[in-house]
């Protein structure tokens, strides 16, 4: 089934701010054929985004930031986190909501120079992908660019965003133990660090600066 299996009955925008909040009132086929009764649902709109992992070839080490996230204080609220061990402060690839008339590409390339001083050199898509569809619109395309590592360092973000962020190198065989003992604890850095994981050797052919 596709988008024209789905009725949309009624629309309206239920909260205006940072985000938008809007509510469907939808028909759809069934599996087994005919139309299901109008449900309603809520849809969150916050724009979409693109996400980059940094890689230098050369010095094989990857480039994080850390960052204070209102949504991982509000899930320490929840039984499965621990506030004595776990935190708000996230440890993140680049990323940012693309602007419009900006494309994911030239999204991604300012992120990096605003989150970490870093210049991307090349880029490779990863993936594109919802974030969480049940509840959600936004889309995020994920990247793998490589970086002169030596260029990221200190405290970056606009501080009229009220950005507050940490940059640091890591080697890749750190970052792979990292991934291992679930220091890597959001989606968007799991996606990478298992795809890296798989494409890692190849990377580091295709983009070092002795082919090795």
Same mark, same amino acid.
């Given at each position: 089934? *596709?988008? /024209?299996?789905?009725?949309?009955?009624? +629309?309206? #925008?239920?909260? @205006?701010?940072?985000?938008?909040?809007?509510?469907?009132?939808? +028909?759809?086929?069934?599996?087994?054929?005919?139309?299901?009764?109008?449900?309603?649902?809520?849809?969150?709109?916050?724009?979409?985004?693109?996400?980059?992992?940094?890689? *230098?070839?050369?010095?094989?080490?990857?480039?994080?930031?850390?960052?204070?996230?209102?949504?991982?204080?509000?899930?320490? @609220?929840?039984?499965?986190?621990?506030?004595? =061990? &776990?935190?708000?402060?996230?440890?993140?690839?680049?990323?940012?909501?693309?602007?419009?008339?900006?494309?994911?590409? &030239?999204?991604? +390339?300012?992120?990096?120079?605003?989150?970490?001083?870093?210049?991307?050199?090349?880029?490779?898509?990863?993936?594109?992908?919802?974030?969480?569809?049940?509840?959600?619109?936004?889309?995020?395309?994920?990247?793998?660019?490589?970086?002169?590592?030596?260029?990221?360092?200190?405290?970056?973000?606009?501080?009229?965003?009220?950005?507050?962020?940490?940059?640091?190198?890591?080697? #890749?065989?750190?970052?792979? =133990?990292?991934?291992? &003992?679930?220091?890597?604890? /959001?989606?968007?850095?799991?996606?990478?660090?298992?795809?890296?994981?798989? /494409?890692?050797?190849?990377?580091?052919?295709?983009?070092?600066?002795?082919?090795?």
């Amino acid at each position: 089934m *596709d988008a /024209n299996d789905v009725e949309v009955v009624a +629309r309206k #925008t239920l909260y @205006q701010g940072y985000f938008r909040l809007d509510q469907y009132i939808f +028909r759809h086929k069934l599996f087994e054929g005919g139309w299901g009764e109008a449900i309603s649902r809520e849809v969150l709109e916050r724009g979409h985004a693109a996400c980059c992992l940094l890689f *230098d070839p050369d010095l094989d080490e990857l480039v994080f930031i850390e960052q204070f996230r209102p949504g991982a204080y509000a899930a320490l @609220q929840s039984p499965w986190y621990d506030r004595e =061990k &776990d935190s708000p402060w996230q440890i993140e690839v680049v990323a940012g909501v693309i602007d419009e008339n900006e494309t994911p590409e &030239d999204l991604v +390339r300012r992120e990096a120079m605003e989150e970490s001083g870093c210049q991307v050199h090349e880029l490779e898509l990863i993936s594109q992908y919802l974030v969480t569809s049940g509840c959600s619109s936004e889309t995020q395309m994920l990247y793998c660019g490589r970086v002169d590592a030596r260029t990221a360092s200190g405290i970056h973000g606009l501080a009229h965003e009220g950005e507050n962020i940490r940059v640091f190198r890591t080697p #890749t065989a750190e970052a792979f =133990k990292m991934l291992a &003992d679930g220091t890597f604890n /959001n989606a968007t850095v799991l996606l990478a660090m298992y795809w890296f994981q798989q /494409n890692h050797p190849r990377l580091r052919r295709q983009w070092s600066s002795d082919g090795k």
